[in-house]
């Protein structure tokens, strides 16, 4: 099977939620307990059997430095050297706030499905996918105009309940705000819903395929039918056809 009919899988979120290992566990079926985050993309690839075809998703990560809301300065600088470093911390930001446009759009482009990664120890990194899945919604569209679907994962989920810190119901109402299509409870480390979720990734990657392959169809039908009907406007406007 070719690279182009790869259906890509973008994994998204906060650092240190688990989203390399992710890629690592599904790809390579092995767990990275103590990792550096990623630079660059990490990708790989996962076969998935549906009925009697098998569907290839090109699963990939990136790290993302987030772009802060606000400017802190985090020491207290004299009066007079105050100006400076607001100056500096405003130039970074900056920097960081374009480095970090320019990137998502590559990053998105080309994407059949979107995962959404968060940290069930962290109540934060649940948060904090609204931005992102704001994010995928802003820089890839299918062609019907139609927002990519997304998948909502709360990892960690072998962890004893005492540092389980996220409610059931506060994934569902996240999930319910974000339009995420479904939502799972999973563990990197121990596989727990890992193929589960995969299995329906590969259900929507397919439909975003057949949805696609429409959309175009559809498309070109059209353009004949909108070129006849421009001709016979252009006829009727050089003989007086439209005169009484």
């Not at 994994?11 to 550096?36: M, R, S």
């Not at 649940?126 to 802003?138: A, E, F, G, R």
């Not at 397919?206 to 004949?224: G, M, N």
Request: hydrophobic letters at 35%.
């Amino acid at each position: 099977m070719s690279e182009a009919s790869h259906k890509k899988v973008i994994v998204i979120g906060d650092g240190h939620v688990g989203k390399t290992c992710f890629v690592a566990k599904v790809t390579e079926n092995k767990f990275i307990p103590n990792y550096l985050p990623t630079m660059g993309v990490e990708f790989g690839v996962k076969s998935i059997r549906r009925g009697n075809h098998d569907v290839k998703l090109k699963v990939q990560t990136k790290c993302f430095l987030r772009a802060p809301d606000t400017v802190t300065i985090t020491s207290r600088p004299s009066p007079h050297r105050q100006c400076g470093d607001i100056g500096r911390a405003l130039e970074k930001y900056i920097l960081r706030q374009e480095r970090f446009n320019s990137l998502m759009p590559q990053f998105c482009r080309g994407a059949a499905v979107a995962i959404v990664m968060c940290d069930v120890t962290q109540p934060a990194t649940l948060q904090s996918t609204k931005m992102w899945k704001q994010l995928v919604d802003k820089n890839v569209l299918q062609p019907n105009g139609q927002s990519i679907p997304a998948v909502l994962l709360i990892n960690k989920f072998d962890l004893p309940k005492q540092r389980q810190l996220i409610s059931v119901e506060a994934i569902q109402e996240v999930a319910r705000e974000c339009s995420f299509v479904r939502q799972y409870q999973i563990s990197v480390k121990d596989s727990t819903n890992i193929l589960e979720a995969l299995e329906f990734v590969a259900e929507l990657a397919e439909r975003y395929e057949d949805e696609e392959r429409t959309y175009l169809d559809t498309a070109a039908l059209s353009l004949p039918t909108m070129y006849s009907e421009h001709r016979k406007r252009q006829m009727n406007c050089c003989t007086g056809g439209g005169n009484t």
